[in-house]
């Protein structure tokens, strides 16, 4: 079973499973879950919008930069909000030569973001506890979404936070807080 408790939550400052992976696992391997934890997404269908973020993040050459602060300076260029690219850099690290590489799989991410937006379909609901944070300013979630969420996550409880759709980014503290206190 996954168990997440507030050790790890803190070493990490707070484990979230997006939406776009969490229904299936939730609904299809609930056993795998104590708790579920979405952050300001609905599983409904979203219209491809990172286009300025991938490019920005494919702009980084990772192979002739030489530090964490030009690697911001190139991502400026297309993301213009600092917490979002403070958020996003976290992906960047430090290879064993000295170099830096990404976390995550940029091109992968690239090719699929049209997939990634695609409504859910998936059959079955996931009965166990599931916090949905959203921000409150953010535009992914619309009046009646949380009549649908209720539908597949009967027991979802939801917290709102003072961010746009960057939730952790913006608000990390407050983020971290929320967690804890919701695996605690």
């Not at 030569?97 to 940029?106: A, D, M, R």
């Not at 953010?138 to 960057?166: C, M, Q």
């Amino acid at each position: 079973m996954l168990s997440i408790n507030a050790t790890t939550a803190s070493r990490h400052r707070a484990m979230t499973l997006t939406i776009r992976c969490s229904p299936k696992i939730s609904t299809n391997s609930s056993q795998l879950l104590s708790n579920l934890i979405v952050v300001d997404i609905v599983p409904k269908s979203y219209p491809v919008h990172h286009d300025a973020i991938l490019e920005g993040l494919k702009k980084v050459q990772l192979h002739t930069l030489t530090s964490r602060t030009e690697a911001d300076k190139i991502l400026a260029a297309y993301v213009p909000e600092m917490d979002v690219r403070q958020f996003l850099l976290k992906n960047l690290a430090r290879t064993s030569s000295g170099g830096f590489e990404w976390k995550i799989n940029v091109n992968s991410i690239d090719q699929n973001i049209e997939a990634m937006g695609e409504d859910l379909v998936f059959p079955g609901m996931y009965t166990g506890p599931a916090l949905f944070v959203k921000g409150a300013r953010s535009n992914y979630y619309v009046p009646g979404d949380e009549d649908r969420i209720k539908k597949i996550f009967p027991k979802a409880t939801f917290v709102s936070l003072d961010t746009g759709h960057w939730v952790q980014a913006e608000r990390p503290e407050e983020f971290a807080q929320l967690i804890l206190e919701y695996l605690a």
